[in-house]
Every structure is written in C-alpha cells, then in structure tokens.
C-alpha cells in the first residue's frame, strides 16, 4: 500500500541495483524521470517517450520493461535493475563482451537497452536464431549499426 503524503505526492519504496530505497514521488512521476533526474542513473536514456525506442529499458522484477512508459508509483516494491546495475560484480557479463568482441557499439546511445533486451532474450531463449533475436529485438531502435553485429553478439553468446 503506497504512503499518501498528500493527493499529489507518494511515498515508494523500492530496490534499484540492489539498494533499498524510500523516495517521495509526484503522482504523474516517470520511472525514467526518477532514475535519471533524482537517482542519477543515467543508462537508461530519453528518446521517444513512448515506448517505441527501447533506450529506456531496464528490468523490473527480472523482466525488460520501458521505463518511459511506467510511473514511478507503479513501480513501489520492485526491484529494478538498470545497465549500471548489470551485472552486480564489477565485471562483464558474457554478453557484454561479445557486444565488445563484435564490435557492436557505435555512438553507443541505444546500447544500454539492447544489452538489457539481449539478456532478456538469451533468458528466455536457449540458444537463440536470428530470427527470434530480430523478433524480441524489434522494441529496440539502433540509427548506427544495422543491428548485424548486435544480433551477433546476441547469437554467440547464446550459443555459449
């Protein structure tokens, strides 16, 4: 149950990156807005605002999400992840890598969201095709790289 400071403010709570926190939202609050304006979690970026882009995409109780298109008060009690969060070790995941190994960032804008896509997709995807990692990619809009090296980053490291 939210906190109702008053008709226009709640108070949240919820675990981003593994730390627990308490903040005190405006009702019509994005979760985007909180996490780049009030927690500094810059990752996740603004680009359509409408969910067509996924540059804002992180995860949200272990699955993908736009973050645009979500309040900050829908998101009391979960557990939100963002590419500074991802993974917990100060280390690569495979994924990450493979992004690197590829060659798959250019001005890097997008790639955030399609590391956090791709993880998604690998899973719940064992061993992914093209096909179905262009499919589950299809949120996701890169202007600079013609997605070739990404859906092979995505495909090796699924065939890891």
Known sequence: ML???NPEYYTITLTVNGKELEKS???HMRLLDLLRNELHFTGAKEVCSEGECGACTIFMDSKT?????????EADK???ITIEGFPKENSLTELQQEFIDHHSVQCGYCIPGMVLSGEQILKDHENPDRME???ELSGNICRCTGYHKIVDAIEH???K
């Open 65 to 73: 999400v736009n973050s645009c298109l979500i309040l900050a008060v």
């Open 133 to 135: 990692i262009k499919k």
């Open 78 to 80: 979960s557990e939100i």
């Open 157 to 159: 490291a699924g065939h």
């Open 25 to 27: 939202v405006p009702s």
């Open 3 to 5: 906190h109702i400071e």
